[in-house]
């Protein structure tokens, strides 16, 4: 408006003439030639207002995006921190059922062979082999279901026989569930000394990949891969685990119900790697992740 307003005052009083009147007698110091530079001038500042609202749309926008992703990445810790608490919940529960039920019966019974055994006035030796029979019996009992209540807790083998192997057990007990699907597991590097918290994130990821393979994927064949990666320069090195399946892979990733990708990826970016999702839809699905093997920190044992 004020350079519609400008062109008709600047008309009604002629001021180009009027300025080329005025500076005419300057000739010789180029005055004349300061209406052409005021208009590149003008020019350049329309070019350059131009340019910075470009710019201050797209930055406009880039927020926008970031605050939307940031509500998303809210929502996804709420509800994942409310499924942690629901299955710390629901595995406390199972624990004291299972303690109560395998253990609390038995220990119980041996209470009462034993003090059955105290107090047997007529000392009669068969009685007192029964009993101490089924006292040695309950313990074998107490501690087959400790044992199993161990290897619930923990991952089955991680401890004693390593990653690989651990993985491997995994693996297996998948190709008896999925008999249809081919798996392959390839391990190359040392994992011998990985942390322990490491190792169990690799775990877990192969196993919630393998879960959803099973309940999305529809796989004919399925890659899991370890790899261990040399550092660049004085970098630490990588551990690098993919697991892919040529299944009917997915147009968009819904984690707006499901919580295993997005737990995954707080588990691997809490050891400070990084996630990669790779799909398309019937073009299979392809999970990476990649963990630093990270020197361990002063103080820990
Ligand atoms: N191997 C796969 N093939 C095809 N789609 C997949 C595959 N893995 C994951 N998806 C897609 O990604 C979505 C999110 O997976 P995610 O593991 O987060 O949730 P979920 O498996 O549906 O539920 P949850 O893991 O909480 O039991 C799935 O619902 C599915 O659409
Ligand atoms: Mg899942």
């Not at 400070?272 to 820990?300: N, V």
Request: glycine residues 6%; neutral net charge.
């Amino acid at each position: 408006m004020i350079t519609v307003a400008s062109w008709v005052v600047c008309g009604l009083l002629n001021v180009t003439e009027m300025l080329r009147r005025l500076t005419a007698p300057y000739e010789r110091y180029q005055l004349d030639e300061l209406p052409t530079v005021l208009l590149v001038l003008g020019l350049g500042l329309t070019w350059f207002a131009t340019r910075r609202y470009g710019e201050a749309r797209q930055e406009i926008e880039r927020r926008v995006r970031a605050e939307a992703q940031l509500t998303t990445a809210l929502a996804d810790n709420r509800r994942l921190a409310q499924q942690y608490v629901d299955l710390q919940e629901a595995e406390r529960k199972a624990l004291a059922r299972e303690l109560h039920d395998e253990l609390g019966q038995y220990f119980n019974v041996i209470k009462l062979d034993a003090v059955g055994i105290r107090n047997d006035r007529h000392d009669d030796p068969a009685t007192r082999r029964a009993r101490a029979e089924a006292i040695v019996e309950n313990c074998n009992h107490i501690h087959g279901a400790l044992a199993t209540l161990m290897r619930e807790l923990r991952p089955a083998g991680l401890d004693e026989l390593g990653l690989p192997a651990a993985l491997e057990h995994c693996v297996q007990t998948w190709r008896t569930r999925l008999p249809e699907v081919t798996l392959r597991l390839t391990v190359d590097g040392d994992f011998s000394a990985l942390a322990e918290n490491l190792a169990v994130t690799v775990y877990r990821f192969v196993q919630e990949a393998l879960t959803n393979v099973a309940k999305h994927a529809a796989a004919q064949q399925v890659d899991i891969r370890l790899n261990r990666c040399a550092a660049a320069g004085s970098g630490s090195d990588w551990v690098s685990v993919t697991v892919a399946d040529d299944g009917v892979g997915c147009a968009a990733v819904q984690t707006t119900r499901g919580l295993g990708l997005i737990g995954m990826r707080e588990r691997v970016t809490a050891l400070r790697g990084e996630l990669t999702i790779d799909r398309a839809s019937g073009r299979g699905f392809t999970l990476t992740a990649r963990l630093p093997i990270l020197p361990p920190s002063p103080g820990a044992s």
